[in-house]
């Protein structure tokens, strides 16, 4: 198994409109062969004094899949073009973490 953080920085106030096209392609990433987990967060405010600064035009993908395999399969999904077309005017800026669990 491997874990993915993707973090997408925004245009300032695109937010809402970046997670309302990424819930449409949700379902399908979810259907993918060897996806086990794929959820959007934003920051929550803690209170923790090690918590950085919130950002309000950033959302964080988290995901898991059985497979780097299986991850480049995704990056190559059908609905993958559709949802970067329609995003491309409002990401600014995306960075992509691939983890594995020790």
């Known amino acids: 198994m491997i874990c993915v953080i993707a973090t997408v920085n925004l245009k300032e106030g695109k937010r809402d409109d970046y997670l309302a096209e990424l819930r449409k392609i949700i379902p399908d ?6 996806n086990i987990e794929y959820a959007p967060h934003i920051d929550l405010p803690s209170g923790f004094p090690v918590q950085p600064p919130m950002r309000p035009d950033t959302v964080t993908i988290l995901e898991r899949w059985e497979s780097l395999d299986a991850l480049k ?4 999904a059908p609905h993958m073009g559709p949802y970067r077309q329609a995003t491309k005017d409002i990401v600014q800026s995306m960075q992509v973490q691939v983890l594995s669990p020790t």
């Open 29 to 34: 990433v979810r259907q993918e062969i060897g």
């Open 73 to 76: 399969s995704h990056m190559n």
